[in-house]
């Protein structure tokens, strides 16, 4: 098990940027998949982005493909998640979430099993 605690959120006017951390408990961040997902008021949660264990693979929303950038740094076990040219419609609680045992990148949030508590990001119009 690892815990998962998310930093960096808040609020941002359109257009603007915002760097979110996911910083993880343990020293075996390397053993995980990562990913990154978002939930808004009254919508169910969704695929961010996600990253292989040694940050080769990546993978992209295509709502957020060539504006976020997903990153690892595994020395300093922490997750990243550039968010440049944000939109209103980016407004949502941010969580990142670990898988352990998965082969692939998983793009579904049942293919992970550790989840951050999350962190809310708002866009102003």
């Known amino acids: 098990q690892v815990q998962l605690v998310e930093s960096g959120g808040g609020l941002v006017q359109a257009g603007g940027s915002l760097r979110l951390s996911c910083a993880a408990s343990?020293?075996?961040?390397?053993?995980?998949?990562m990913g990154w997902f978002r939930q808004a008021p009254g919508k169910e949660r969704e695929f961010v982005a996600a990253?292989?264990?040694?940050?080769?693979?990546?993978y992209y929303a295509d709502s957020v493909e060539g504006r976020f950038t997903i990153s690892r740094d595994n020395a300093k076990n922490t997750l990243y998640l550039q968010m440049n040219s944000l939109k209103p419609e980016d407004t949502a609680v941010y969580s990142c979430?670990?898988?352990?045992?998965?082969?692939?990148?998983?793009?579904?949030?049942?293919?992970?099993?550790?989840w951050g508590q999350g962190t809310q990001v708002t866009v102003s119009s």
């Open positions: 979430a670990a898988d352990g045992g998965g082969v692939i990148v998983g793009r579904k949030a049942n293919d992970y099993a550790n």
């Open positions: 343990r020293r075996t961040l390397s053993t995980y998949i």
């Open positions: 990253i292989s264990r040694s940050g080769d693979i990546t």
